[in-house]
Every structure is written in structure tokens, then in C-alpha cells.
């Protein structure tokens, strides 16, 4: 029988309906059947962007997360032994109701924060709060993945229910995101912009330092919850925002590892240098870079300058040659291609942009611009400074546009610079990025729900059908009438061209042999909090 | 008696033709005038000289060698090598030229207003000099772009070119400071003055000219380190960008991971950046032997 991620969750709730709850995991006897766990050492890794602040509510880049999640717990997380099963972090139990209407959390007991106060139920409505209903001043990036929350319950201090307005089949996951940082509600109430500048988590870190352009640090939260973890006395990420420098600093033993990922190119040299002292694990990946047009700036408001730019790109041509040399890999629609509800090749290349006759594309596309008056246009392309796979990405749009006689500027900025001209739709078009953490199609598709539903649709535009066919897909409980959801919107959103998937993203992560206990996943978001990571030396 | 008089070699005389005279003298500073000159020609006309468009990516070709068709090889994604040079040489001597005319220009007045004026004005003048002399050239150009963002004007980042720009000015205000220095104790500069001149109008119209050699010398021996300079910044990300044409940018990003399956992409840009910093530096010692009198002899 193939396990889905739905017949997991369905067999988690049902084996947890049955009263299968409640259970108190000793990690110490983990340890104790995992052979030879050494316990002490500090780890130290590469994080390879600077990340912007330290709120991951209002953060879509992994710089956040590497920086910031040993420090956190979220009240589900992933089991990245069993992806993508999840299970519990600050939530010892939970159950589902058989209508999915509520959801009953049971916390660990005597869960403590860094700056030593009792983490209870009220810490998680106060966070859980701030996420769906952020405050004047606060953002919340992922604000439309709660929309469906209509309450929230604390009956005691180690109980917290959620009811909920209507049937979400991807709740479990959202409670899972490791976005959701749980925050201090003395915190929030003190100033509800606290965590962007200030970190007091219940992780298995506490934060010590975090120096500019040069490394964030934590050591061992001796009161963590979770006995016996972590194994590290502390860690230090040291920021190497130019790849080779990183590179270096990997085969010379400054740093062991670096758990974003790195290019084709970049493991075959690293393995040349280091041989068998260097572990290799790979991915596909849940990320993908995306083209958008901002809708309200001129002519990128014209559904015909859009479209043309889009059928100028020969993706299929393009990801034969990028996968060789970038983490840039495969053609896929809004879902992740190979995964369940993605749509399969033959229909994706019926699409706007995703033709295989790039020739006929192109005459169209420049006959479209003709149309619209645009056949001289110029703009600027913003792009991240991030050599892996940006720079690659940048490169190859500049050419693909060129062909069809459209002059473009790639514009790279720092990851801070960036975000900030994009959210702030201070740009033309951009290359942005969809940053998931699983194949949840309704997590994937939020990025194309309309600007006024969620900021993180940064071409800005707002579309009635595209909310439609999305809360379509998400009350569906029908796979196939999903899927047809699912395409409706596909098709929609392409249609009216207001971004685009470029490619997704094929994930290889290299680790010092001495690194133990981190696992490998789709997803560079996951397994950040570092708590069961050891030292072989 | 007759008296042996050393052999005093006759007044060289002015050849109309400055160019020959300057190839017989300085044979070595011909050549490398010729080098620049190819440079130029090539940046001024890349359109029409480089074989392919430089930014044209061909996945068919990619890393290929050195062949009749792409005589410098392909990069990673196929693009011409050679076409890729010659579309650097314009960056190189856009950012290059420009940068170092203007940090000499506000060199060259700095310091010819610094030994003019003299007492208080030259001491806090030498002083800030001395303080940007103490940073390495590339080190400061480091800092500047770093503080200042991207400007672009007509596809060249007019920032990049200040943070060149900015350390050579002190290098030049001191050189040409001392050449002023000999210039202010002039008798024309003393009648200048009593005739009632403004000081503007003593620096420009009586002593910038006569410092005229030095700064020509600074200027083409700095175009070397400027060039070297943006390649420097390129390599390291802070210079121009991707998909431009610029040999510090070819040095770098998939350059280092591919070198070794493809040394070609490493050999000709670096062989050009060498080629055109030498040409340059014996360029400005060539015309510093040329200019100097005391060399003459």
C-alpha cells in the first residue's frame, strides 16, 4: 500500500482517536539503542544568506530559520525519519475531531524559556494569534494558512484547542510549519515586534551571540524539555554569503557542514578534494524559483506583456543545460512535479510558457509585445545575490528574454535589500522564490491567493477565481476532484501571467563524516533546530 | 691648449611626429601602446569585432575547448570565451579610464591647491591624505562600494567607479603636490599673484599646466590598477554583474567550480587582465622615461 501524506495523518489521528496518546519519549533510551552518541563539541556551519531579522512568522527565507529555529519549538514538527509523518514538539499529544473542526493539543509540562518563565497553553494562543491576526506593525507571512482558525481555547494551562470555521485537510501540517515559532506572550504583550530583534524561545539552544556579517551562536539549553537533548554543548553559524568562501572554509574544517544545499558542480569538486571524508545526500527539493510581474507597475499591468515574457523562456532546454551546472533541476506547474497532486508533464506543456515548441512560443510572444506596444522594452530584473542558483537564474532569463528583443538589467541585492524592495513593491519583475517544506498543494498554491489575502503574493495582484479555485481545492476531499481544482487554478494563474515557476530545485547537502544525527529531507526549512546532531570526533 | 670638453649630447630636437619619436625612444612603450590601442579598438568596436554575442547562452556548447569556432573555449553555459573578452575590454577601460581620470583629476587639483595655498590648508589637506594612504587600494574601493549602492547610468555603475575613483586620489594629490611644491616658487607664480590673480586662476592657468607630466603619468599608471581594481571587485561580487562582460566576473562564480575540466575559462580572462595591467604600467613608465628630462640624458 503507497503512504500518502494523507493516509499517514489519517492513521496518526486515527491510531490517536483510539486513545494511542499521551506518550512521554525518552530520549535518553533513544540514545542508549543508537550506537556510540558523544555528546559535547560545538558544531559549527555555514549559513550562506544573513537573515533579515529573527521572526520567522514574518520570514520566508531558510536564513531565518538557520539563525533562528534552534533557539524555538513549534507545537507539531516533522518527523524526518518518517517524512512527511509528523509529530510532537511542545504537543506531548493531540487529537483530531472526526469532523476536523478542532483540534485538542496537550503540551509538555514544565517547557521553559530562555529567560526561565513556565511555557503554557496561553504562550501558544498569544503566538497562534499573532499568526492568523498579526497586529498593527507585525507581519505574518503565512496569515491566509489560518484564515480557517475561528477560535482559540486555553481550558487549562497544558491544554489548547482550535476550532475551527470550516474543514482544513492541511491543518496538521501548518501546525507543523517550522515557521510557527512558539513566542512568549509576555513578549508579545510587552511588544508584539519583539521577535524580530529579540530571541526567547523553549528550543534545545539558547541564543548567546549574533554578530553582523560574521556568526550567530547558541549553547546547550540545559532546562531544555526534551531529556537528555541536545547532544551539542553549542553551535556557531558562521555567515559565507559567497560560495567559494564557504566552500573553503568546508574542506578546510572551519565548517562541517552546510544544510542548504549546494550545485552539481560544487559536490563534485568538494568530493574530489575530501574523498570519504565528506557525506554526500540528496533531494529533490521543495523550492522553486518563481518569475513575477508586479501588476501595478507599468506595462507589467498589460496580461499581454506578462504572457509574452513568459512564453519567451524555453524552460525545457533551459533545465537540461542549468541542471548540470545549478541546484536548478526540474519543470514543474504550482505543485511540486513527481509529487501526487502535481500535474503531470502532458498537461503542463498545453500551458502558457511551458510549450515545447519554444520557436512558435517566441513568434507569439513577440507578437504579443507587438500588440501591446512593447516591442523595444527595457526593465530591470531584481534578483538575490546568491550565487546558488540566482546568479544561474538571472543569466539564463536575461538571454531567454533577449531573444524576443527585450533588453533587461539582472539586478542583484543582498537578501535583506531584496525582500524588502520586493514586499514593498518597489520593483518591475523579480525572480522570487517559493519556499515550502512539503507537497501540500493548498501550502504551495497560497502563494498565488490574492495580495489583499496574503503579502507574500508579491506580483500584487488580486483575482477572485484564483481565491475560488483555492478554497475549492482546500474544502475537496475528492483526490480527482482536487486535482481538477488544482489545475483550474494552474491554468488561471498562467493564464493571466502574473508569475510563473521558473524551476524547482534539486537539493544536495554536504556534511563533514564527523557531523551525525542530522537528517536529510526535501526541504531546507526542516531540521534546523540541530537538537539531535552529534559529534563523531 | 685645447680643452677636452665632455661630449654633450645635442639638444633633442622636437620631431613633429611625437609617435615615432616616442617608439625609438621608449621601443617597449610602443608595444604597449599598441596592446592598449588593440584594447581600445576592441572595446570602442566589440559589436563588430566579437564573433559571437557575449551574452548568448548555447547549452549545446557548454565548457566546450578552445576551437576554430569559439577560439577561447566556452563557459558554463556555452557562452563565447573570446567574444566575452572583447565585450570586457569595454567594461575594463570604461571603468578603468574613468575611475582613474577622475580620482587623478581631484588628485592632480588637491594637491597642486595643497602646495599652493600652503600653512594650515596643506597640513589638514596632507593629513586626511595621509589617512587614505594608509588603506591598501583595493581595501578601500572594498569599503566604498560596500557603503554605497549600486548607481547605474547608462549600463555603468557610476558608484563602482567612485570607489575606485576615491583611493587614487591621495596617491595622486601627493605625487603631484611635490611637483607643485617646485612650480609655487616660480617667479610667474609670484608675478601672477602680484598682478592681482584670483587663486583659481593661478592654479588652473599657471600651475596645473606645469604639472602636466606627472599627471599624465599617474593617470595611465593608475588605468592598470583600476582595471585591476574592477576585475578585483568583480571576483569578489561587489563589481559589475552577471550576465556583463568583465574579466574579474569571468574569474569568478562557476569559473571556480569548473576550472579544472575547463582551464580555459580561468586562462584567457586572467591572461587578459595581465596583459592589459602590464601594457599600462610600462605604458606610464614608458611615457614617465619620455616626459622626464631627467631621463633624457
New interface residues.
Partial sequence: MKITRRTALQGTAGALALGVSGFDFDFTKAEAQAPAVKRGGNLTFAISAEAPHYDPHASDTYATLHLAAPFYSTLLRYNLSKFPGVEGDIAQSWQVAPDQLSYTFKLHPNVKFADGSTLTSADVKATYDRLRNPPEGVVSTRRATFADIGAIETPDANTIVFKMKAANSSMLDHFASPWNTIYSAKDLAENPANPRTKINGTGPFTFVEHVKGSHVSGKKNENYFKKGLPYLDGFKGIFTLQAAAMLNALQGGQVLAEFRGVSPAERDRMVAAMGDKLRVEESSWTLNLIVAFNVEKKPFDDVRVRKALLMAIDRWGGSQGLSRISTLRSVGGAVRPGSPLATPESELVKLPGFSKDIKKSREEAKKLLKEAGQENLKFTLWNRNLAMPYTPAGIFLVDQWRQIGVTVENKQSDTAPYLAALRSGNYEVAVDFSNLFNDDPTLALTKFLSHEKNPLNLSRANDAEIDKLYDMQLRERDVEKRKAHIRALEKRLFEQAYQQPLFWWHRIVLTHKTVMGWKMSPSHNLGAQLEGVWLNT | MTIALPAVPAPRSREPNLLLDFSRQQPLGAVSFVIICAMMFAGVFSNLVAPYDP???D?AS?LGAPSWEHWCGTD???RDICSRLIFGSRTALVIGFTSSFVGSTLGAVLGVASAYFGGKIDDWIQRFVDILLAFPLIVLALVVVAAL??F?VG?VDVNLIFAIAIPIIPRVARVVRAAALSVRVMPYVDAARAAGYTDTRIIFRHMAPNVVAPYLIMLTAFIAQAILAEASLSF??LGV???TAAWGLML???A???Y?EAPWMILFPGAAISLAVFAFNLFGDSLRDYLDPRFRM
Fill in positions: 551574452l548568448t547562452i547549452f557548454i558554463a553555459y556555452g549602492r549600486k547605474v549600463g569578489l561580487g554583474a552577471e550576465p569568478s562564480g562557476n571556480a567550480d569548473f579544472r
